[in-house]
């Protein structure tokens, strides 16, 4: 399958949502994500649940080569990798989950390329963009769920994992700090589609902020 396709074909998403998750190292995204797809179902809406970099056979094995440190990258890279890996994502998961009335459900978008490998590596926001532009024609998130909370208290949260942490779990906490201000500027630049969600609260009450913003959807 041509992982570039025509802007009508990634425009026409029949009833199907794509609904995104973001935020920094121990915000809870995975957390969420699980109890937002727990209760779609409840609610009879075929879900698929993908991540980034990921969601392909290709995109787990580009992931590793990311995350596992092995080989030394730089930003233009990692960029490089990551659109590669989303285009066959798109084209070969989330697509073809949407064009049939699938809710997908995805750990990770576009939004994270522009906080790590722009806010953390310092890349210049316009090339992203330009990919962005290639890759996805125009298609964008029906809904993005920036869960935010101080670097300390996520960089405390991956500590009590007791889990080896990958390569961008190890950069230092000026590293995440540009990463989450390059998300919350994300976020005033495009407040409708991006959801600021406090994830300092409860599971139970960042739940509910959750279903309020996604129930607004159907």
Not at 145 to 168: A, Q, S
Request: aromatic share 6%; net charge neutral.
């Amino acid at each position: 399958m041509n992982v570039l396709f025509s802007e009508d074909s990634i425009n026409d998403k029949k009833n199907g949502r794509l609904v995104t998750f973001e935020g920094g190292d121990g915000s809870g995204k995975t957390t969420q994500l699980d109890l937002l797809e727990k209760r779609l179902i409840d609610n009879r809406i075929e879900v698929v649940k993908t991540r980034e970099p990921g969601g392909t056979q290709l995109g787990e094995r580009l992931r590793q080569l990311l995350l596992k440190g092995e080989f030394s990258t730089d930003p233009d890279t990692e960029m490089l990798i990551l659109f590669a890996a989303r285009a066959h994502h798109l084209s070969t998961t989330i697509l073809p989950a949407l064009e049939t009335g699938c809710w997908v459900l995805c750990d990770r978008f576009t939004d994270a390329t522009f906080a790590y490998q722009g806010g953390g590596g310092g890349l210049d926001s316009e090339s992203i963009l330009q990919l962005e532009k290639l890759v996805q024609k125009g298609m964008q998130p029906d809904l993005t769920l920036l869960l935010d909370l101080p670097v300390e208290e996520g960089l405390n949260r991956v500590n009590k994992r007791g889990c080896n942490p990958d390569r961008f779990e190890k950069l230092g906490k000026a590293f995440k700090e540009r990463v989450r201000q390059a998300y919350l500027t994300r976020q005033r630049e495009e407040p409708l589609r991006i959801r600021l969600i406090d994830a300092s609260d409860s599971i139970e009450v960042i739940h509910k902020a959750i279903w309020n913003h996604v129930s607004k959807l159907f």
